[in-house]
């Protein structure tokens, strides 16, 4: 009797184990690219980020013309001029850092 009841028990769990493992699979790229608002959104956050790109490019190539002025005038420099400009390099440099980071 034991047996049985046990054998039951098993049988009864393992067929509600069998219901719970039951997943369906949603492409949410197809559905999401049928709605409207969502492509304009996602288009409207491309150009806002590619505007950001282009704002932290430029902000590199002037890091980068900095240091190649200041490579080429650093043996004419004095040493107060040395200092003042590679606090500005660093300060410039900190600034693309943390643009970088906020966008």
Known sequence: MKKILF???LFCLVAFSSKAQRYAIIDTKYILNKLPD???A?????IIGE???KEIDIKQAELDKM???YDAEQFMLTED???KRETELFNKE???RDLQKKR
């Open 7 to 9: 054998i039951g028990c």
């Open 38 to 40: 969502y492509t304009s």
């Open 42 to 46: 996602d288009k409207k956050l491309q």
């Open 51 to 53: 505007q950001w790109q």
């Open 67 to 69: 240091y190649k002025n």
């Open 81 to 83: 001029l040395k200092k």
């Open 94 to 96: 900190k600034e693309v």
